[in-house]
């Protein structure tokens, strides 16, 4: 079956840096947008990153623009989010998902949030 298997959550000061990974499996990887979606305690969904296909298309969040970096590595079936100058407001429980293959289904998706598979997600908390 399909499963995403995220990793690389843990506790780190204000100011500091994780990479998250995203290990996916049962399915062909390459073709499909691939998502980072984070919800805190109490708070509803926010949509963070997404990468296309060929990992050349990106795209972020305001809250994390110019600090997050979303890539992937096709021969790995591996989903990456480089995570600098981290703040209290990422602490979140970040969810990595399947996307579609179509661009324009790939963006109204960052608002629906209509994903077929997600991992079961992993903590971050940015705290001193």
């Known amino acids: 079956q399909v499963q995403l298997v995220e990793s690389g959550g843990a506790l780190v000061q204000p100011g500091g840096s994780l990479r998250l990974s995203c290990v996916a499996s049962?399915?062909?990887?390459?073709?499909?947008?691939m998502v980072w979606v984070r919800q805190a305690p109490g708070k509803g969904r926010e949509w963070v990153a997404d990468?296309?296909?060929?990992?050349?298309?990106?795209s972020y969040a305001d809250s994390v623009k110019g600090r997050f970096t979303i890539s992937r590595d096709n021969a790995k079936n591996t989903l990456y989010l480089q995570m600098n100058s981290l703040k209290p407001e990422d602490t979140a429980l970040y969810y990595c998902?399947?996307?579609?293959?179509?661009?324009?289904?790939?963006?109204?998706?960052?608002?629906?949030?209509?994903?077929?598979?997600w991992g079961q997600g992993t903590q971050v908390t940015v705290s001193s």
């Open positions: 998902a399947r996307g579609p293959t179509g661009w324009g289904t790939a963006v109204s998706r960052r608002l629906s949030f209509n994903y077929d598979y």
């Open positions: 049962g399915f062909t990887f390459s073709p499909y947008y």
């Open positions: 990468i296309n296909s060929g990992g050349g298309t990106t």
